[in-house]
C-alpha cells in the first residue's frame, strides 16, 4: 500500500474551469513508499491529449503489449517505450511543422521527456538518466541497466554454437530492473531455423551472467549488431551464408546431393538399431554426403 502520492501535472492547455485531464497533455503521479512496505517508489504517466498520443503512436505503434495501438491510456515507470526509443522521440519533438496541433503536440511531447528527466518517480530511472550519455559515448553498460540496450525488435549478434557469428530478434526483456548483482538478466529472442519441413520462427533465450561495475558493450556474449565495428561486412556475410542455406535446405528430393569439406557429425545405425552419433574428419577435395 502506498503512504503518499504526488501528482505533477504539466502542459496546461486552457482555463482552469475545466478538469485536470483537459487542462493537461499529461500528467506524472509519483508513489512514495515508505519503510515498512519496503517497496520501491514508482510513478505512472497518464496521457489525456489526443495530440501527443496521436504523436506517441505514429513513433511507437511496432511496440508489443498494444501499448499504442488504442485510445490514451497509462505508461508505468520505468516508461520502457519511451527510454527505448530516446533519441528518436527527441529528434520528433524537435521537428518544426506548420500544423498548429501537431506543434502542440511536439511541445507536449518535450516537455514530458523534460519532466521525466528532471525527477521520474523512479529512482533507478534517474540514476540511469544521470549517466546515460556519458556511458553511451563510451560504449559501457550496467548489469542493472541491461535492459535499456534491447528495445524489442533489436537484431542481437552473438556466438553461441561452436564459435559462429548469429543474429537474433528481440522479443522482449523477461525483466527490468535486476533486484541485485547476483541476479541473472534474460531476454526473449527469436531465432529462424529449420525444422526439416520448413524455415519457422523459434524461441531463444539469452541469460546474463552478473557482473559487477560497468563493461564495454562489444565484450558481452550477445550486444546489439549495431554496436559491432564491422556490421555493414558481418550483415553482408550472413545475408550470404543464410541464402546458402536457404538453398541447401530447400532442394528437392533427388536433388540433394552436396559437395562437402571439412569436419562432419553424422547419424548411422548400429545393429541395435539406435542412431550412433559419429564424429568424421573428411578428406580429399569434393567427398559428397547425402543431406
Excluded at 508489443?64 to 519533438?93: C, M, R
Excluded at 534491447?150 to 527490468?176: I, R
Aim: proline fraction near 5%; aromatic fraction near 14%; charge should be negative.
Amino acid at each position: 500500500m502506498d503512504t503518499g502520492e504526488r501528482t505533477e501535472s504539466a502542459a496546461q492547455k486552457s482555463s482552469d474551469t475545466k478538469t485536470d485531464s483537459e487542462k493537461h497533455a499529461f500528467t506524472l503521479r509519483k508513489f512514495v513508499y515508505g519503510r515498512v512496505e519496503r517497496l520501491p517508489n514508482c510513478s505512472i504517466i497518464d496521457i489525456h491529449d489526443i495530440n501527443l498520443w496521436d504523436l506517441l503512436k505514429s513513433e511507437l505503434s511496432y511496440y508489443p503489449y498494444h501499448y499504442f495501438q488504442g485510445p490514451p491510456t497509462s505508461i508505468d515507470s520505468p516508461f520502457e517505450p519511451l527510454v527505448h526509443n530516446w533519441d528518436n522521440l527527441q529528434k520528433l519533438a524537435a521537428e518544426e511543422v506548420s500544423d498548429e496541433n501537431g506543434s502542440q503536440a511536439r511541445a507536449d511531447l518535450k516537455l514530458l521527456m523534460d519532466t521525466i528527466l528532471d525527477g521520474s518517480g523512479d529512482e533507478d530511472l534517474d540514476s540511469y538518466f544521470k549517466t546515460r550519455e556519458a556511458t553511451r559515448k563510451q560504449g559501457i553498460v550496467t548489469h542493472k541497466n541491461l535492459w535499456t540496450l534491447f528495445p524489442p525488435g533489436t537484431l542481437v549478434y552473438g556466438k553461441p554454437f561452436q564459435g559462429q557469428s548469429e543474429v537474433f530478434l528481440v522479443q522482449d526483456n523477461n525483466f527490468v530492473w535486476p533486484t541485485s548483482t547476483r541476479d541473472h538478466w534474460s531476454l526473449a529472442c527469436w531465432a529462424y531455423d529449420w525444422n526439416s519441413t520448413k524455415f519457422c520462427r523459434t524461441p531463444y533465450n539469452i541469460a546474463f551472467e552478473p557482473f559487477e561495475g560497468q563493461k564495454s558493450i562489444v565484450s558481452l556474449p550477445y550486444y546489439p549488431l549495431c554496436f559491432h565495428k564491422e556490421e555493414s561486412e558481418l550483415r553482408s556475410e550472413l545475408i550470404t551464408r543464410g541464402k546458402r542455406y536457404r538453398k541447401l535446405c530447400e532442394s528437392r528430393e533427388g536433388s540433394q546431393m552436396f559437395a562437402y569439406k571439412g569436419g562432419a557429425i553424422f547419424g548411422r545405425k548400429g545393429f541395435s538399431m539406435q542412431a550412433i552419433e559419429t564424429n568424421v574428419s573428411i578428406q580429399g577435395e569434393d567427398p559428397w554426403f547425402l543431406c
